[in-house]
């Protein structure tokens, strides 16, 4: 496993991070998610990805491997959380200044963690909401010492304004074959600013393997450029999860590309991909003109992916 320096937080993280979205479903197994979190630590990866909106993710990470604090640095989000009403699951969007505050405490509890290493807003407060007071609250959580570094878990030129207006530490946003655009309208704020970047989603959700489109856009949009985009062709010989994780990791700004998978098989599997190993330059050269001339930067092509 390769390490990087995640901005100017002097924290070196793994360069595969272990996306903890999936270990929430409290339809898996106890078991599989204790498996899938030591065997993540054992493989030397270093940094974890999770939120409180994310189910069980948080109480199990804190059940499950809080005894091995010293192993790893846990990024966890606030602005939406769980709740279980009528037996069913909903999430509640709260960015009020106590919400943030009793969210992030709420996190603390529940991952066994007096620090949390990094608390993201999880996207940006809505448009109705006092951006000010929404900033002030996650910058007070970090004056209390209950987290080391706060930053911003959002896309476009939207999440890229906040990082030139608030004193962020990390953000995180999607970067991959199929979505470039963050590294015309976002990356180059965050290297300026010196903020350590976090990508989301880098290999797709792999809906380049699925025959059929899945239901809804959040995987089927991706699907649907999967099918424009030459991505056997830009791959050669190199499977095509693997080609897509070495093109997140082969962009300078890149710090942490996070992966979500309980199955220790594809862990072991994306942490062979982290050996230092770019793609060569014509390979990249060509599939980030493949993208510009099918999708363009253009203003219509800058949603937010959260």
Known sequence: MKFRMLGNT?????EIGFGAAQIGN????NAQVEAALNR???????????????????????????????????ATKCGD????????????KDYSPKGILRTIDTSRSKLKMDVIDIVQFHGLPSEDSDWNA?????????????????????DGLAAAEAAKKWDLDTQEFTYNVLFQESAENLMPTLRDRHIGT??????????YLMAARPDGAYMGGPWDRAQRMPLRELAGDMPLIEFALRFALSHPEVCTAIVGSTNADHLADNVKI?????LPEDVLHNTKRAFQTLFGTSPSNQRSAL
């Open 198 to 207: 976090i990508i989301k989603r880098p290999i797709a959700n792999g809906v």
């Open 81 to 92: 959380y769980q709740v279980i009403k009528g037996g069913k699951r909903e999430i509640v």
């Open 10 to 14: 002097g924290l070196q993280v793994s």
């Open 134 to 154: 929404a900033f002030d609250a996650l910058f007070e959580a970090k004056s209390k010492g209950w987290t080391k570094f706060v930053g911003v878990s959002a």
């Open 274 to 278: 982290s050996d230092g190993k770019t």
């Open 40 to 74: 993540a630590l054992d493989l030397g990866i270093t940094f974890i990805d999770t939120a409180a909106m994310y189910g069980d993710s948080e109480a199990r990470i804190g059940k499950f491997i809080a005894h091995r604090q010293d192993e790893f640095i846990l």
């Open 26 to 29: 409290p339809a898996l197994p």
